[in-house]
């Protein structure tokens, strides 16, 4: 019998917010917009795993496709905790 306690399930904050602080919503727009570039994004690894992501937002960024490099600076930005720059908004 083991005295060790289940496995506690993953929880996310509020409104779709990862625990790096970046919304689901963009994650998913994101890995859509990667997929549409040939390029494999595991959200739940870029929820995480802030390295993971980061390297993920770089290739986007190299992406020629305009909305995909706006995306992915707007997620630099809120995996830095900073303020984005094209709406004033923070993330």
């Known amino acids: 019998m083991s005295t060790s306690s289940p496995p506690q399930p993953c929880i996310l904050r509020p409104h779709g917010v990862t625990p790096l602080g970046v919304p689901l919503q963009w994650l998913y ?3 859509d917009g990667m997929a549409r570039q040939g390029h494999t ?3 739940a690894q870029m929820a995480f ?3 993971y992501a980061l ?3 770089a290739s986007g960024h190299a992406s020629a496709d305009p909305v995909l490099r706006k995306l992915a600076l ?3 930005y809120a995996y830095q905790g900073e303020r984005d ?3 004033g908004n923070t993330a």
Do not use: P
Request: aromatic share 12%; charged share 45%; glycine share 0%.
């Open 41 to 43: 994004v595991r959200v």
């Open 29 to 31: 727009r994101f890995r």
């Open 49 to 51: 795993d802030r390295i």
């Open 74 to 76: 707007k997620l630099f």
């Open 55 to 57: 390297e993920r937002i």
């Open 85 to 87: 720059l094209h709406s």
